[in-house]
């Protein structure tokens, strides 16, 4: 039974190795090659902007400080984990969703954790409003969280639907 349990996450467990790999690689090429706060227009819309989030989403929650930053994140890694562990196999989507928020989650945890802050470089803009600046590892949280709320509103057509009793039986 154990052997089954683990290679049905297997696949799942590489996403999130993918999800680490790529956000700390790609934060590194940012760290080492993109000049600090200044940006980088790479379309009319998007652009290349490095800079340290010393908080969560939106820099919320910096006075917590990195320890308390630490836990938090380490706590909602946890109750995603028991979230992913309580999904039925035949959730793949959902599966692959908590996939990506853990993978998201631990890249910006090891961030906090080494460096004491988040590196963000993404920038959408406009010439009179511009988005928050984030990082790949958002990217991850985000989609992965769209995967999951995607698969709960269409869980309900996996669902067996109960037998109408007047209804004939298509087999006799």
Do not use: C
Request: charged letters at 15%; aromatic letters at 12%; proline letters at 5%.
């Amino acid at each position: 039974m154990k052997s089954l349990w683990v290679s049905s996450w297997s696949p799942y467990a590489l996403l999130v190795i993918a999800a680490v790999a790529t956000d700390q690689w790609v934060k590194h090429l940012v760290e080492t090659g993109l000049p600090f706060q200044e940006k980088l227009d790479l379309v009319p819309f998007l652009a290349l902007y490095r800079t340290y989030n010393t908080g969560i989403a939106f820099s919320m929650l910096s006075s917590f400080g990195d320890t308390g930053l630490v836990v938090i994140a380490v706590l909602v890694v946890g109750f995603v984990l028991y979230l992913a562990a309580r999904t039925p196999p035949g959730h793949s989507l959902a599966r692959i969703g908590f996939a990506l928020i853990i993978g998201g989650a631990l890249g910006n945890l090891l961030d906090r954790a080494v460096q004491g802050h988040v590196i963000d470089y993404l920038l959408f803009h406009t010439p009179v409003w511009s988005f928050a600046v984030f990082n790949l590892a958002d990217v991850f949280i985000s989609t992965g969280a769209v995967l999951v709320v995607f698969d709960e509103l269409v869980g309900w057509r996996r669902e067996a639907r109960p037998r109408d009793p007047d209804a004939q039986d298509p087999d006799t």
